[in-house]
């Protein structure tokens, strides 16, 4: 048994050196640029390597991003089904304010958009099969309203980055759950 555990142990090594390194490429790099020939050679890995723990790049990064899916289920979890929206509200924006940076150039960068979209449509599937408040509308109706939560959430976001998160938090989330709960309106 201590041989397994050596093995155990040598491929959770092995595990993250890859995606410590995949993070920093993210970071560095548009997306078309990383491939598996650099990515191995920065962590110091064989091709074959790679191979055994991932059949792809893109297999890596679904990885990454369905760990984050998971914490963030976590944490909406926490409240309940059918909380207000501006918990909901809060407990997106505070997931999202404390990702690592490689997680930011995801969300922000116009060259990774394909797998941001995917995480968030993940995070608003799973809220949706939680509790659905406009289960009362069409599909149609549905979808529109979903965008709008999802479009606008994403992009406040993007924005707050952008502007190197010179509202602090709590204020970021006031204001956003304002702004969704009552409109544009509320804040003349």
């Given amino acids: 048994m201590p041989a397994e555990r050596k093995t155990d142990l ?5 595990r993250a050196a890859i995606k410590d390194t995949f993070k920093e490429m993210i970071i560095e790099m548009d997306a078309s640029q990383i491939t598996v020939k650099e990515l191995t050679k920065r962590a110091m890995i064989h091709r ?3 191979y055994l723990h ?7 990064f ?7 899916a998971k914490n963030y289920y976590k944490e909406i979890d926490q409240l309940p089904a059918d909380a207000p929206f501006e918990d ?8 999202m304010a404390k990702q690592e ?4 150039k995801i969300v922000c ?3 990774y958009r394909e797998f941001a979209d995917r995480f968030f449509l993940s995070m608003r599937t799973h809220n949706r099969a939680r509790y659905n408040p406009y289960a009362a509308y069409t599909l149609e109706q549905q979808n529109v309203i979903n965008t709008f939560l999802g479009v606008t959430s994403v992009n406040i976001y993007r924005q707050w980055i952008q502007d190197k998160k010179a ?3 709590d204020d970021l989330i006031h204001l956003t759950g304002q702004l969704f709960t009552m409109g544009i309106s509320s804040v003349r």
Avoid at 10 to 14: D, N, S
Avoid at 101 to 104: G, N, V
């Fill in 167 to 169: 509202i602090p938090l």
């Fill in 54 to 60: 991932y059949t792809s790049i893109e297999a890596l």
């Fill in 62 to 68: 679904e990885e990454i991003l369905s760990e984050l």
């Fill in 101 to 104: 940076p490689y997680m930011e």
């Fill in 48 to 50: 074959k390597t790679f």
């Fill in 88 to 95: 909901v509200n809060r407990v997106f924006f505070t997931f």
């Fill in 10 to 14: 040598r491929i959770q090594k092995t």
């Fill in 109 to 111: 960068s116009t060259s």
